[in-house]
């Protein structure tokens, strides 16, 4: 996923059409004004929504949660498994995805259909996430806009570098990824969690692999983490920190014996969007 973030215009296929990257010209904003936009990415809905976007939105994926107001739009399913019939069907002049998450059957059809296809690459990074949000600002004419979500995001990663600088410790923290003890996964290297995890000052208790494994009682105690965390539906879903203390292994663990588990929504910890400084802030102090 580390690739650079794609920088290019992207033309709306509506009444009048982009010409160029630079600002928007009277043409472009009313080309704007009659957008019909599908994403396909919970972290592009945001960024959506926080350019003033919203009301150009007629279709989104499952993972598009925040802010809640995105629940109420049509859903198009889960990123890697939606179809073209689906996102077409919602009537879209412009769908946004990510390049390595869209399969190329689906963009092939989408473009197929006339509709705009524009793909941004997205590196789980503070540079990534920066590099999506300039992409996407830009793409659309917004840049002054998106100037001001940068700003932003650069203040709040100041405040979780103060934090993570003034504290005394490095904690070791194992991400679980679960839903109910029949499917429990750790994070490795080179995840989002992983990134996470470092950002927040923190060091990934297992090392040596990287996505993810299912997790082991033996792995587990070797890993010896100091902190547990989880996406809140993942706990939710083992019964919150009793029924998660009940997992084999988990008790014998510094973690476990301290009760120390954090959970955190999903979007919000991995999504590496405008949010990114803030999610960094919460784990950072959850952690410790």
Same mark, same amino acid.
């Given at each position: 996923?580390?690739? =650079?973030?794609?920088?290019?215009?992207?033309?709306?296929?509506?009444?009048?059409?982009?010409?160029?990257?630079?600002?928007?010209?009277?043409?472009?904003?009313?080309?704007?004004?009659?957008?019909?936009?599908?994403?396909? =990415?919970?972290?592009? !809905?945001?960024?959506?929504?926080?350019?003033?976007?919203?009301?150009?939105?007629?279709?989104?994926?499952?993972?598009?949660? /925040?802010?809640?107001?995105?629940?109420?739009?049509?859903?198009?399913?889960?990123?890697?498994?939606?179809?073209?019939?689906?996102?077409?069907?919602?009537?879209?002049?412009?769908?946004?995805?990510?390049?390595?998450?869209?399969?190329?059957?689906?963009?092939?059809?989408?473009?197929?259909?006339?509709?705009?296809?524009?793909?941004?690459?997205?590196? /789980?990074?503070?540079?990534?996430?920066?590099?999506?949000?300039?992409?996407?600002?830009?793409?659309?004419?917004?840049?002054?806009?998106?100037?001001?979500?940068?700003?932003?995001?650069?203040?709040?990663?100041? #405040?979780?570098? !103060?934090?993570?600088?003034?504290?005394?410790?490095?904690? #070791?923290?194992?991400?679980?990824?679960?839903?109910?003890?029949?499917?429990?996964?750790?994070?490795?290297? #080179?995840?989002?969690?992983?990134?996470?995890? =470092?950002?927040?000052?923190?060091?990934?208790?297992?090392?040596?692999?990287?996505?993810?494994?299912?997790?082991?009682?033996?792995?587990?105690?070797?890993?010896?983490?100091?902190?547990?965390?989880?996406?809140? !539906?993942?706990?939710?879903?083992?019964?919150?920190?009793?029924?998660?203390?009940?997992?084999?292994?988990?008790?014998?663990?510094?973690?476990?014996?301290?009760?120390?588990?954090?959970?955190?929504?999903?979007?919000?910890?991995?999504?590496?969007?405008?949010?990114?400084?803030?999610?960094?802030?919460?784990?950072?102090?959850?952690?410790?």
């Amino acid at each position: 996923m580390n690739t =650079n973030v794609l920088f290019g215009c992207f033309a709306l296929v509506i009444s009048m059409a982009f010409s160029s990257c630079n600002a928007p010209t009277t043409g472009e904003s009313q080309g704007l004004d009659s957008a019909k936009i599908v994403s396909t =990415n919970g972290t592009l !809905s945001e960024i959506l929504v926080a350019l003033g976007m919203e009301s150009h939105i007629v279709g989104v994926d499952v993972a598009s949660t /925040y802010p809640a107001s995105l629940q109420e739009k049509p859903k198009i399913g889960h990123n890697r498994d939606i179809s073209a019939e689906g996102v077409l069907a919602l009537g879209p002049n412009l769908v946004l995805g990510i390049n390595e998450v869209i399969r190329p059957e689906v963009a092939d059809q989408i473009r197929a259909s006339g509709v705009k296809l524009s793909l941004f690459n997205h590196e /789980y990074s503070a540079d990534g996430a920066k590099q999506l949000i300039r992409a996407v600002a830009d793409s659309l004419g917004q840049p002054a806009k998106g100037d001001s979500l940068l700003r932003e995001l650069a203040a709040d990663l100041a #405040r979780a570098d !103060s934090i993570v600088a003034q504290s005394q410790s490095k904690p #070791r923290v194992l991400f679980i990824y679960a839903r109910g003890t029949g499917t429990m996964m750790v994070a490795g290297q #080179r995840t989002q969690l992983d990134e996470m995890i =470092n950002l927040a000052g923190g060091v990934n208790a297992v090392q040596g692999f990287t996505d993810f494994k299912p997790l082991t009682a033996e792995a587990l105690v070797a890993a010896n983490p100091d902190v547990i965390l989880l996406f809140d !539906s993942g706990l939710s879903s083992l019964g919150g920190i009793d029924g998660l203390l009940e997992v084999q292994g988990i008790s014998q663990t510094n973690a476990g014996k301290n009760r120390k588990v954090v959970e955190m929504d999903g979007q919000f910890l991995t999504g590496f969007g405008p949010r990114l400084g803030k999610a960094v802030v919460e784990l950072a102090e959850k952690i410790r």
